[in-house]
Structure formats: C-alpha cells, structure tokens
C-alpha cells in the first residue's frame, strides 16, 4: 500500500526503505525516507489537487511561498544572482533591529510588494545570510550573523 501510493500519488516518486517489528503483540512499520535530491515533491490534497508539503513535527503543511522560491531557485542549476540593491539594504538593516520577524512585519514595515520581499528573502536564505524558521503556528526570519 505504502509503495502504490508513493508511486501512484507522489510527484516525482518518493524513494524508501521499511521495516517492520513485531513488538508485544503489535505490528510496528518504520518508514526511512532520505533527502531527495529532486525537490519540491508533489501530493494531491483532499480535493485532489497536488501540491506541496513540508513536514513540520507530527504535521504536513503547505510549503510557504519563500521555500517554493528557494527550490525553483535551487533547481535551476545556475548560479544565484544577487544584487546589493536599496530594497536589500532596507530588509536587512529593518531586520537587523530584531532577534526575529514575520514575513507580515516586513511586508507592512518595508514599502515593497510581497513578490519582491520573498524573492530578496530567498535569495538571502540560499546565501546563508538570514534563516528562515518555520514551526507549525510560524514563520520566522532573522539574521544568520546579525553582527555583520
């Protein structure tokens, strides 16, 4: 079962390995699933429309649109361009005031559309100079190395 639908239902196909114990009188199946190197994999949702998920402690949820950036981003096996431009300038010195921040903080702080403040924030994270920490409840960013 576990095979058909990573299979039949999983874009591109999941790879995996199981193992199965028999521990005081119950079945227990473990699932090893590694690091694909082809990123985003897609699943239908209930209504039968694939999308894309991260696992995030015991829950899927919808990738946000900052990590669908930095996989499209990723997977164009280019290298990443990045210009030190105003619009950087402005989040990183704004973030350089907090220990962390939404994507909602910047957006009514910073006069920039959402598209560019995800794109320069992608960019940012791909280059290891601000994190992006994701929890069930959140999305927060801050400064790899706030002292630079």
Known sequence: MIEKAAENYCVPKVVFTSRSWRITGKN??????????ILPHKAPDQNGDYKVFVRIEDQNMLANGIQMKIWRKLNTMSDVSFVYSDEAKAILSF?????????????SQI???RFKIENILAELIIMKV???????????????????
């Open 28 to 37: 227990v199946l473990v699932i090893d699933i590694p690091i694909s190197q």
């Open 95 to 107: 973030m350089g005031n907090y220990e962390s921040l939404s994507l909602d903080r910047l957006l």
């Open 111 to 113: 006069k920039l559309s």
């Open 130 to 148: 601000v994190n992006m920490t994701v929890n069930i409840d959140s999305v927060l960013f801050s400064l790899i190395d706030p002292e630079c």
